[in-house]
Nanobody, 126 residues
């Protein structure tokens, strides 16, 4: 059974940094396209960042230059380093994966992802 488990969410003041981690089962880690999404209260789930098995990365405009997605082959994790955090980054962050070859547009659509973690909450406030 494919699994994704997120960790690392917590409270952080504005301007701070946080690193989220998503542990994936080996089949997901080595072959699937993996993405990070977030959902703030009262808002729809939105794409944050994604990475392919060939290390092709994609970011939402709102996080470009502040967030970095990466893979750790030794730990089977997909990490999201978040810097210069603002209150607008407050949300539940989800790790997602899909085995299909997604187009560039499809990678930002949460409906295209088959597997999801349960989420980890990030709160940015003073």
């Amino acid at each position: 059974q494919e699994q994704l488990v997120e960790s690392g969410g917590r409270w952080v003041p504005p301007g701070g940094s946080l690193r989220l981690s998503c542990v994936a089962s080996k089949s997901i880690f080595t072959t699937f396209y993996k993405g990070w999404f977030r959902q703030a209260p009262g808002k729809e789930r939105e794409f944050v960042a994604g990475i392919s098995f060939s290390h092709n990365v994609k970011y939402a405009d709102a996080v470009k230059g502040r967030f970095t997605i990466s893979r750790d082959v030794n730990k089977n994790t997909v990490d999201l380093q978040m810097d210069s955090l603002t209150p607008e980054d407050t949300a539940v962050y989800y790790c997602a994966a899909d085995p299909r070859t997604l187009s560039d547009d499809q990678r930002t659509d949460p409906r295209k992802y088959e597997y999801w973690g349960r989420g980890t909450h990030v709160a940015v406030s003073s």
